[in-house]
C-alpha cells in the first residue's frame, strides 16, 4: 500500500528540517508533499533540500486550503493512504506505524491520532489548550455525530475512500472539526489511536487560542451547517 505523508507548513524554517528526519526516521517508506502555505521565511528551500516534493501556495492561505492541497496531490500521487503530519515537531515519527494499521487491517477509513487516550500523553498538554480541545471536541461530536476525543490533532490518517469523501470548505483551523463532521456525513468508520505530541515555548504561545477557538465554532457552524446544508 502506497503511503503518502502531506506536510502543511507554514514559517516553519526552524523546525521542517528536523521534522521530517523525524519522519523519515520513524516511517523510513514515507513519501512525502511538503504543502508551503506561502511561507516568507525559507520554509521552501529547507524542505527541497530535505529531498521531498514541494507545493506552494502563493500566498497564505491557511492550514485547512493546505490540507485540501496537500490531499488531492496525494490522490494524484496514486496514494493508498494520506496521512497528515505537522512541520513544528509536534509529532513523532514512529506514531506513523500505528496509526495506519487499522486502515491496512480494513478496520477503518480514517484514523485520527488522540492526545487524550493516554495519561502521559495528556500530561504534556498546557492546561489552556486542554480545556479549549475538550470543549472544541465536545462540540465537534455534537454537530457531527461522533465520539472522538481529540478532534484538533494534526496527525490523521485517510483511506481512499475517505480522502475522496472529504471535501473541505473550510480554509484555517476549523478545518480539523470539519473533517470529522464530513468523516460522520459519509458514515466513514473512524478509529483513534494515541499518539504524543509535544509543545514548546512557541506553541503554547502561538496555537490554537481561545480567540482561535471561537473562530473554529463559528467556521464549522456557520459554514458547514447553515449556508450548505
Ligand atoms: N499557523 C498556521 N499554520 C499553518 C498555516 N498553514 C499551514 N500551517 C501548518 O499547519 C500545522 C499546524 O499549525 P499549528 O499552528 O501548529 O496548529 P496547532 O498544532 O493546532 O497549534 P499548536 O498546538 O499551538 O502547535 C503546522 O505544520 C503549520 O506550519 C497557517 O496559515 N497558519
Ligand atoms: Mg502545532
Redesign the pocket.
Known amino acids: 500500500m502506497k503511503v503518502v505523508i502531506v506536510?502543511?507548513?507554514?514559517?516553519?524554517e526552524k523546525t521542517i528540517r528536523q521534522s521530517l528526519q523525524s519522519l523519515k526516521k520513524g516511517f523510513p517508506k514515507a513519501e512525502v508533499i511538503v504543502v508551503n502555505?506561502g511561507s516568507s521565511d525559507k520554509t521552501e528551500e529547507f524542505a527541497l533540500k530535505e529531498g521531498v516534493f514541494v507545493a506552494t501556495h502563493v500566498i497564505?492561505?491557511?492550514?485547512g486550503a493546505?490540507l485540501a492541497t496537500g490531499i488531492q496531490s496525494a490522490l494524484r500521487k496514486k496514494a493508498d493512504i494520506i496521512v497528515t503530519f505537522?512541520?513544528?515537531l509536534?509529532h513523532v515519527g514512529k506514531d506513523i506505524e500505528n496509526l495506519i494499521e487499522p486502515i491496512k487491517k480494513k478496520r477503518a477509513n480514517a484514523v485520527l491520532g488522540s492526545r487524550f487516550l493516554r495519561k502521559e500523553d495528556l500530561e504534556m498538554m498546557p492546561p489552556v489548550?486542554r480545556f479549549g480541545n475538550w470543549f472544541l471536541t465536545g462540540f465537534t461530536n455534537f454537530l457531527a455525530g461522533t465520539k472522538i476525543t481529540d478532534s484538533?490533532s494534526?496527525l490523521r490518517a485517510f483511506d481512499k475512500k475517505s480522502a475522496k469523501a472529504l471535501s473541505i470548505v473550510c480554509d484555517?483551523?476549523d478545518v480539523s472539526s470539519e473533517i470529522v463532521y464530513e468523516l460522520g456525513r459519509y458514515g466513514m468508520k473512524i478509529e483513534e489511536v494515541p499518539i504524543k505530541a509535544l509543545?514548546d515555548e512557541r506553541?503554547?504561545k502561538?496555537?490554537?487560542n481561545v480567540r482561535e477557538g471561537v473562530k473554529i465554532m463559528y467556521g464549522i457552524f456557520l459554514k458547514r451547517l447553515w449556508l450548505r446544508k
Open positions: 506536510m502543511p507548513a507554514y514559517n516553519e502555505d497564505n492561505r491557511g492550514l493546505t505537522d512541520a513544528d509536534q489548550t484538533q494534526g484555517r483551523y509543545y506553541s503554547k502561538k496555537g490554537t
